[in-house]
């Protein structure tokens, strides 16, 4: 079955999702209790460095995509130079500042990634700031690219996920937006 091609129910997604984040957690030694895997994918340096040091502070496990970081002495789980199609469901969350070249915004969400993304992305009209108290919106959305807006938006999806059902709608949304 090509994954990408229609609509996924919820549990074969999960079943999907958690063989892909085992693997990966293997890959880069990431321990089985860290629950969140992140992909950050921000041009900017300083701005790249600042959201995976505050995602590593709070135990979110992150890799980037970048070819300029060096691997030695960093904080988080790696860095890749790209991300393959079958990777892409290990990922629970995008943080994408909606510039950098590699990323199919598309297939990310349907493969259940949300985005914390850009509210300039080329998207925008179909995208919408999750709302938990009317059950509404599929991502997490900044207006600037200043690093503390970025890792606002972050934090703001992670108090949503911890609950179920907001998790639920969230990644229903996320899944029906394409």
């Known amino acids: 079955m090509n994954t990408f ?6 549990s074969d997604l999960r079943k999907i999702k958690d063989a892909a984040k085992s693997g990966f957690k293997s890959e880069f030694s990431i321990p089985k209790g860290v629950p969140i895997l992140a992909l950050v ?8 460095q600042f959201v995976l040091e505050g995602l590593s502070a709070i135990g979110v496990a992150n890799v980037t995509v970048s070819e300029t ?7 988080y789980a790696g860095v890749r130079t790209a991300i393959n199609e079958s990777e892409i469901y290990a990922f629970d969350v995008l943080v994408y500042d909606g510039e950098s070249d590699g990323i199919d915004l598309v297939k990310f969400m349907k493969a259940g990634v949300v985005p914390v993304t850009s509210d300039r992305t080329v998207f925008a009209g179909v995208m919408k700031d999750f709302n938990p108290m009317k059950f509404e919106g599929n991502g997490f959305f900044f207006a600037s690219g ?6 606002e938006k972050v934090v703001s999806y992670l108090e949503n996920i911890k609950f179920p059902e907001d998790r639920r709608i ?7 937006t394409f």
């Not at 970081?69 to 904080?75: I, M, T, V």
């Not at 200043?146 to 890792?151: A, D, K, S, V």
């Open 5 to 10: 091609s229609g609509k996924m129910e919820l």
């Open 41 to 48: 994918h921000i041009a900017d340096e300083s701005t790249r």
């Open 69 to 75: 970081l060096d691997a030695s002495g960093r904080r």
């Open 146 to 151: 200043n690093p503390y807006c970025i890792f």
């Open 170 to 176: 969230l990644i229903k949304h996320v899944l029906d």
